[in-house]
């Protein structure tokens, strides 16, 4: 079942400018991950981060994670076209199969 | 990085077919896969754990003789949709995690999902 809520649902931006998306979750994690899927296509793993971190950066992109507000951040800088997507923060459970639960999902529109 | 391979990509049936979709991990042993269904502009819902030499563990609400899953190596899982009708028209996408050995914190890799139209 899904767990998490993004916000915003639908973000549009123009290429230069930064991008931030938020994903709330409800129960204890073991980590939070956030993948990208162009429309039509799997997803992409962006960035892992795990319940005892606070912050990560990956190139232009940096998450956060505050366990105490189950809340995470992806900011995307210096968007490019190519950003376009759709991004979703997962959250891993706790328990042997790591099962993966999605956020409702924020689709970017980057424009040139 | 790890590669999952899915296949087909997109299928056109008519009702009452049933229909295989194959998921491979191509460079990693995968003791476990995911099995999940999108809905357009909706996110992804996991239907069921795949687990090798084992049976699947179905999430609630899926039928287990609807969605039928084998999980015979450690690179193959198949998901058969079995006399599948119009509802059962979506995206499906399978994923993999290598095993999680001495780190818990691994992402899943995904394959490039199956679009399932039926007639």
């Known amino acids: 079942s899904q767990q998490g809520e993004e916000d915003p649902q639908a973000l549009s931006i123009q290429e230069g400018e930064n991008a931030t998306m938020n994903c709330s979750y409800k129960t204890s994690i073991n980590n939070l991950q956030w993948y990208r899927q162009n429309s039509g296509r799997g997803l992409v793993h962006l960035i892992l981060?795990?319940?005892?971190?606070r912050e990560k950066h990956s190139g232009r992109l940096r998450v956060t994670l505050d366990t105490s507000k189950k809340s995470s951040s992806l900011l995307i800088t210096a968007s490019r076209a190519a950003d376009t997507a759709s991004y979703f923060c997962?959250?891993?459970?706790?328990?042997?199969?790591?099962?993966?639960?999605f956020g409702s999902g924020t689709q970017l529109t980057v424009l040139p | 990085g790890a590669v999952v391979s899915q296949h087909p990509s997109w299928v056109i049936c008519k009702s009452g077919t049933s229909v295989k979709i194959e998921c491979r991990s191509l460079?990693?042993?995968?003791?476990?896969m995911f099995w999940y269904r999108q809905f357009p502009k909706q996110s992804l819902m996991l239907m069921a754990t795949s687990n090798e030499g084992s049976k699947a563990t179905y999430e609630q609400g899926v039928e287990k003789d609807k969605f039928l899953i084998n999980h015979a190596s450690l690179t193959l899982s198949t998901l058969t949709v079995t006399s599948a009708h119009p509802e059962d028209s979506s995206f499906y996408i399978c994923?993999?995690?290598?095993?999680?050995?001495?780190?818990?914190?691994?992402?899943?890799?995904f394959g490039d999902g199956t679009r399932l139209s039926i007639l």
């Open positions: 460079d990693f042993q995968a003791t476990t």
């Open positions: 981060i795990r319940s005892n971190e």
């Open positions: 997962a959250t891993a459970s706790l328990g042997l199969s790591r099962q993966l639960t």
């Open positions: 994923s993999a995690r290598e095993p999680i050995g001495t780190n818990s914190n691994q992402p899943q890799h």
